[in-house]
């Protein structure tokens, strides 16, 4: 893996160095009191910036016309990947309790990843489209499910990837293969809430649009963070960048 990014320490609000971090239901209420705004602003931009690509491949689908259905989603997909970059940014500060000013960061986040996440996320959103023509098609019900849990802990891993490293696609391609099965038992806890909120997202109503797509994320960037930061010593590397900076 490549070195972390540097990230640049903003001013702020964020908790005392030496204060211990709270695990499990207090950690999450503890993030959803301190960092719920940047969280729900950067997943209310990603959401925008996916229904595009979600309106277009929606109207592919009606047609049951599959080049329509690629051509929709790399017509609109390039839009994802820089906003799921800076959505998995936001969660991954939160977690590191770094503090700052989430537009500023948000900003720069966005103009550093725009052109390393333009394919990815357009690859990305078509093998999601596949997978939905492959569902309407009623496509074997357990190659479906297999399909969809590689796809998802791929993504996962993909975006952990370009919100931290500056590394190649063929790279986090390798290295989602690698923690996907190192970490596998909190990779499928992952997966399965990821997936668990896609099925019952249409019967959220309001509250789905609200929480669409920062609070899984959240859920499953905080069940693999951990022995992440244990095996790449993530913070200790960001913060040494820091100084050098």
């Known amino acids: 893996m490549q070195s972390a990014r540097p990230f640049a320490v903003q001013e702020g609000a964020g908790p005392q160095p030496d204060t211990p971090r709270k695990k499990g239901v207090s950690r999450f209420v503890e993030l ?62 939160a977690l590191r309790d770094e503090p700052g000013y989430w537009w500023h960061t948000y900003r720069r986040v966005w103009k550093r990843s725009f052109r390393s996440s333009l394919l990815p996320g357009i690859a990305f959103t078509a093998l999601w489209s596949c997978l939905l023509y492959a569902w309407l098609a009623a496509a074997p019900a357990g190659p479906l499910l297999l399909s969809a849990v590689c796809l998802t802990a791929c993504s996962l891993y993909f975006w952990l990837q370009s919100a931290l490293f500056e590394n190649s696609s063929a790279q986090k391609l390798e290295n989602c293969l690698r923690m996907a099965v190192g970490f596998l038992p909190r990779t499928l806890a992952a997966v ?22 920062w609070l899984p994320s959240l859920l499953a960037i905080m069940l693999v963070y951990p022995p992440l930061e244990h095996t790449l010593d993530l913070e200790a590397k960001i913060r040494q960048v820091q100084t050098n900076r």
Do not use: H, N
């Open 192 to 213: 399965a809430v990821q997936l668990l909120y896609l099925f019952i997202l249409p019967r959220l109503g309001f509250f789905g649009l609200l929480t669409g797509l």
């Open 32 to 93: 959803l009191g301190r960092d719920l705004g940047s969280m729900f602003k950067s997943g209310l931009l990603a959401l925008a910036a996916c229904l595009p690509a979600g309106l277009l491949v929606c109207l592919a689908l009606l047609a049951e016309s599959l080049p329509l259905v690629l051509l929709a989603a790399a017509a609109a997909g390039w839009l994802t990947g820089p906003a799921m970059t800076g959505l998995y940014d936001t969660i991954l500060r």
